[in-house]
């Protein structure tokens, strides 16, 4: 089965700089996406950035960008210049290809708190 | 716009009394999914649609039911909701084609309590 790790469960910076959190992944899928997803206090998850397992280039999307290593597994989500309003949980999902075993489900890490601090 | 409707947003129910969750879309997606998500926890998938066939995860309640009578729309039933079901409750939409199936598009959810 696969699982999904963010092992920081809080973290803070300053408006303007830069952050990075951490997502570790285990799956002996070869095609599968990754996703970092954001949640706000109203709670509405929010698509933030995706990633194909099968490009090699890291995804960017404006001040987002991933940091992503297959063989290592590792997922990383970097926020440059922060703004009071990427304070939110951030949670780290992944999902296998269709028609894989997994089919439709994602699996989510325990999610990371992020304080912007003005 | 196109978007992942979910009504109500608050519901507050009585131990025991039966309640049903409502989502709606307007992406036209083939695939529907209900998520609990307990508080500072990640969500947990509870089932989900392919058209109109039925996906339950292993370790769903009995308790929990669902119904897809169209495309456009997907409830959730709690037969006989206990404290522990007190939750938000998310819904989720995805499409099947190459592009559009990797990516989830959620409601905003729906907080249910329970007296």
């Known amino acids: 089965a696969q699982t999904v790790t963010q092992s920081q469960p809080e973290m803070s910076v300053q408006e303007a700089e830069t952050v990075t959190l951490s997502c570790t992944y285990d799956t002996s899928e070869s095609d599968y996406y990754l996703f970092w997803y954001k949640q706000p206090p109203s709670r509405q998850m929010i698509l933030v950035i995706r990633q194909e397992a099968y490009k090699q280039q890291n995804a960017t999307e404006n001040r987002f960008s991933v940091n992503f290593q297959k063989a290592a597994k590792s997922f990383s989500l970097k926020i440059s210049d922060s703004q009071l309003g990427d304070a939110a949980m951030y949670f780290c999902?992944?999902?296998?290809?269709?028609?894989?075993?997994?089919?439709?489900?994602?699996?989510f890490g325990q999610g990371t708190i992020l304080t912007v601090h003005p | 716009d196109a978007m992942v409707i979910q009504n109500p947003r608050y519901q507050v129910t009585q131990f025991g009394k039966p309640v049903t969750l409502s989502c709606s879309q307007t992406?036209?997606?083939?695939?529907m999914y209900w998520y609990q998500q307990k508080s500072s926890q990640a969500p947990k998938l509870l089932f989900h649609?392919?058209?109109?066939?039925?996906?339950n995860e292993a370790d769903t309640p009995d308790n929990f039911q669902s119904r897809r009578p169209n495309t456009s729309f997907c409830f959730l039933d709690i037969r006989s909701p206990g404290l522990g079901d007190a939750a938000m409750y998310l819904c989720?939409?995805?499409?099947?084609?190459?592009?559009?199936?990797?990516?989830?598009?959620f409601g905003p959810g729906t907080r249910l309590t329970v007296l």
């Open positions: 992406l036209n997606h083939n695939v």
């Open positions: 649609y392919y058209d109109k066939d039925f996906n």
């Open positions: 999902a992944y999902r296998a290809t269709p028609g894989g075993t997994s089919y439709g489900k994602l699996t």
């Open positions: 989720a939409t995805s499409g099947t084609t190459r592009e559009s199936t990797d990516t989830q598009y």
